[in-house]
């Protein structure tokens, strides 16, 4: 059974960093594209950036300079690195997998593509 956990959301002030944590246990592929999401409420869930089990990493415009992903594989472990908070990125923050491997992360994260979700953390940026 595949469980996904994320922790590491908190409360910060415009400028600040947070680092959120997954952790993907029972996924059985070596080749995956594991993603972050983030949503607010009534908008439709945001890719934000992945990372390929090759290493390669994706970013969404918004995350781009300002967010960092990165694995590792061997604790199955995922993080998201996220300097320069504004209250724009204020949300819920997701982590996914597949529900199989496949071993690239298209440029543009599609919600549909993943089949495995956690129960989210909150990450709130005040002005």
């Known amino acids: 059974q595949v469980q996904v956990v994320e922790s590491g959301g908190d409360s910060v002030q415009t400028g600040g960093s947070l680092t959120l944590s997954c952790v993907v246990s029972g996924y059985k592929y070596d080749r995956y594209c594991l993603a972050w999401f983030r949503q607010v409420p009534g908008k439709e869930r945001e890719g934000v950036s992945g990372i390929a089990s090759d290493g390669s990493t994706r970013y969404s415009n918004s995350a781009r300079g300002r967010f960092t992903v990165s694995q590792d594989r061997s604790n199955h472990q995922f993080s998201l690195q996220m300097n320069n908070l504004t209250p724009n990125d204020t949300a819920m923050y997701y982590c996914?997998?597949?529900?199989?491997?496949?071993?690239?992360?298209?440029?543009?994260?599609?919600?549909?593509?993943?089949?495995?979700w956690g129960q989210g953390t909150q990450v709130t940026v005040s002005s």
């Open positions: 996914a997998a597949p529900a199989s491997g496949g071993g690239y992360c298209y440029s543009v994260l599609d919600a549909n593509d993943f089949h495995y």
